[in-house]
């Protein structure tokens, strides 16, 4: 009854200091955002999160989606889930930690995210060679204009030569 008592104390005074959503969340986790191109927006289970790249600390025990989004580029949309980490081998584990979900870890901790181009087309069209000049010519023109970078340029190019390849 005694170590009862104690049991319950303990978790009373933990759940005040950390707060109940620790219990049903777990413990955060430090996770980096990175996209190429940078500078993508960030929202995280629908919420605006900030700008790539950004690190964020995000709780241990649910699955966490992460959508990014930057003009000129398909949004991306990954996922954050909870994977058994090394301490769940462990033979004797402790309640409090696993309520707290420290016997999980956040994958991918470092999530990086290359946006697809807008200028690579949905479909081949009827003349597809005819559609890859007109897709290469406007990142050209993206280009000479400085909307994009020579890398983002080169990123362009190889994402549309990569989709007729597959699909002509």
Same mark, same amino acid.
């Given at each position: 009854?005694?170590?009862?008592?104690?049991?319950?104390?303990?978790?009373?005074?933990?759940?005040?200091?950390?707060?109940? $959503?620790?219990?049903?969340?777990?413990?955060?986790?430090?996770?980096?955002?990175?996209?190429?191109?940078?500078?993508? %927006?960030?929202?995280?289970?629908?919420?605006?999160?900030?700008? $790539?790249?950004?690190?964020? #600390?995000?709780?241990?025990?649910?699955?966490?989606?992460?959508?990014?989004?930057?003009?000129?580029?398909?949004? =991306?949309?990954?996922?954050? %889930?909870?994977?058994?980490?090394?301490?769940?081998?462990?033979?004797?584990?402790?309640?409090?930690?696993?309520?707290?979900?420290?016997?999980? #870890?956040?994958?991918?901790?470092?999530?990086? %995210?290359?946006?697809? %181009?807008?200028?690579?087309?949905?479909?081949?069209?009827?003349?597809?060679?005819?559609?890859?000049?007109?897709? &290469?010519?406007? &990142? #050209?023109?993206?280009?000479?204009?400085? $909307?994009? $970078?020579?890398?983002?340029?080169?990123? =362009?190019?190889?994402?549309?030569? #990569?989709?007729?390849?597959?699909?002509?």
């Amino acid at each position: 009854m005694k170590h009862h008592l104690f049991t319950s104390a303990a978790l009373l005074a933990i759940s005040l200091l950390c707060g109940c $959503t620790y219990f049903e969340r777990g413990v955060p986790q430090e996770v980096v955002i990175l996209s190429f191109p940078n500078e993508a %927006s960030v929202y995280i289970n629908g919420q605006a999160a900030g700008i $790539t790249p950004m690190t964020v #600390d995000l709780p241990r025990k649910m699955t966490h989606e992460i959508r990014l989004e930057r003009y000129g580029y398909n949004n =991306a949309v990954k996922y954050c %889930s909870p994977v058994p980490n090394e301490r769940s081998q462990n033979f004797v584990r402790f309640g409090l930690s696993r309520d707290l979900g420290y016997y999980v #870890d956040l994958t991918p901790g470092t999530m990086k %995210s290359e946006l697809k %181009s807008g200028l690579v087309p949905a479909s081949i069209g009827a003349d597809p060679f005819e559609k890859l000049a007109l897709q &290469a010519l406007e &990142a #050209d023109r993206q280009l000479e204009e400085g $909307t994009i $970078t020579p890398l983002e340029h080169r990123v =362009a190019i190889e994402q549309i030569l #990569d989709f007729f390849e597959k699909n002509v």
